[in-house]
């Protein structure tokens, strides 16, 4: 895949997003797919400077959204303003009206907001003043936030975890890596010097490329499988919706193409099955207790129970 558009464009974030390289992939696969990524993690691993590099590799309109407690619906849409030389209101769209959205630590503020983001996620259209706007394509929300256990955080409803078609959990990078952040400090010196290397053209075409890529009967049967166990795992209070089985199907197609393939393997719903799934199914255990990572021990056991087709 040596000096593919892909290529340039993984090696373009890779300068300034060192080590996680499995992040890079799930974020370019939620690209992709048309879906949106939720990136999640303890304050200062590069959630931001991960989401800003790939804005920043893309010929695009980007916006960023600091999202706070007082943040109002309006200020995501955009709001009329009476303009005196016509004395019309004319319509003034707001930060989600670009190519590439930085929902910047979106469970600060509160469901009234975040609920702002739901229609832009599921539709690419905002309903506004009584009319519906279309969003221009390539649209995607890459959204960070914290773990909801900081004070002052609010927890993410499920039907706005649902939209997210990706989550992604960065940790601590290795030795080598940090070594590399703390000599070259690529978020301040790198990034706001780092230049497109894919136009927004060749991102829809590659866009349009995922849902052609081949899927076979046994696989569409394997994700069938993984879903119906989630529904059916006496751990788990709730399973994976028919969107989520949808979510994995096109992340994993998605996969295919990063990849330079045309057709899915049973290694890409393997790879994508907690990215895809964790964070649509609620564990009995977290219920209970609160133990987040019970979810992701009973989607792997569940995963490694699977049998996958060969």
Do not use: W
Not at 265 to 291: E, M, Q, W
């Amino acid at each position: 895949m040596a000096n593919t558009p892909l290529e340039r464009l993984r090696t373009n974030i890779g300068n300034v997003f060192l080590g996680h390289a499995r992040a890079v992939d799930l974020l370019l696969i939620g690209l992709l797919s048309r879906g949106h990524v939720l990136i999640e993690d303890v304050p200062g691993v590069g959630k931001t400077v991960l989401a800003r590099a790939l804005a920043r590799s893309v010929d695009c309109k980007f916006t960023r959204i600091q999202l706070t407690p007082d943040l109002l619906p309006s200020d995501v849409l955009g709001v009329s303003v009476f303009n005196n030389q016509t004395q019309e209101f004319t319509f003034k769209p707001g930060p989600i009206f670009a190519n590439i959205v930085l929902a910047d630590e979106i469970n600060r503020t509160t469901p009234r907001t975040q609920s702002a983001l739901l229609e832009a996620m599921a539709e690419e259209q905002v309903s506004v003043e009584n009319q519906t706007l279309l969003l221009e394509r390539p649209f995607m929300v890459i959204a960070t936030q914290n773990p909801f256990e900081f004070e002052g955080t609010y927890h993410l409803p499920e039907n706005q975890l649902d939209r997210f078609v990706l989550k992604i959990n960065l940790g601590y990078p290795e030795r080598s890596a940090e070594h590399r952040i703390l000599t070259t400090q690529p978020g301040r010196n790198i990034l706001r010097d780092l230049q497109p290397v894919l136009s927004a053209a060749e991102v829809i075409e590659l866009q349009d490329r995922v849902p052609t890529v081949k899927l076979d009967v046994a696989i569409v049967e394997y994700v069938l499988d993984l879903v119906e166990g989630t529904r059916h795992d006496e751990l788990l209070h709730l399973g994976v919706s028919p969107r989520g089985a949808l979510a994995l199907t096109s992340a994993s197609q998605a996969a295919a193409v990063l990849h330079g393939r045309d057709y899915v393997t049973p290694d890409d719903v393997k790879g994508l099955f907690l990215p895809a799934c964790a964070h649509r199914v609620i564990s009995k255990t977290y219920l209970h207790n609160g133990d987040a990572s019970a979810t992701a021990r009973i989607l792997q056991n569940l995963l490694d129970r699977t049998p996958a087709p060969r």
